[in-house]
């Protein structure tokens, strides 16, 4: 269980499904939604973290790459979590891999990228990315996180 207060003051842009991020809303962070052709102008205000639960690679790289953009203007780092569905084994295996890709490539800006390959549990996704957006996430970029819900 993540302690309540844990995410105050963190702002989450999130591009696609706002249903993950829930639990993240509870513990203090602020939502603000991307649009679904989100690009550098419309990232206002730079969000601390991005999560992309879109429906296909296009969008998700897109919206990504537009905080992200922000983010190296601002001369900030970020964290980028990337939510896979579970039924859609060749958007998962790419969200994947751009996740390893984008973490080499903007490690040096200060930026983490991850990928959630989310099983059927929703609570399971939300809290996952709740403890990504934390200062425990940190330490997380590159990999993917396999949630196999019952």
Known sequence: ?????????????????????????????????????????????????????????????????????????AERGGKVALIAPPDDAPLRAALENLARGLSVEWARHGITATAVLSGSEADDVAQLVAFLASPAGDYYSGCAFSLQGE
């Open 1 to 73: 269980m993540l302690k309540q207060g844990l995410l105050e003051g963190v702002t989450i842009a999130v591009a696609g499904d706002e249903a993950p991020l829930a639990h993240a809303a509870s513990l203090g962070a602020q939502l603000v939604a991307l649009g679904p052709a989100a690009d550098e102008m419309s990232v206002d205000p730079v969000p601390d973290v991005v999560v992309c639960a879109t429906a296909d690679l296009d969008s998700a790289f897109i919206s990504t790459r537009a905080v992200a953009n922000a983010w190296i203007a």
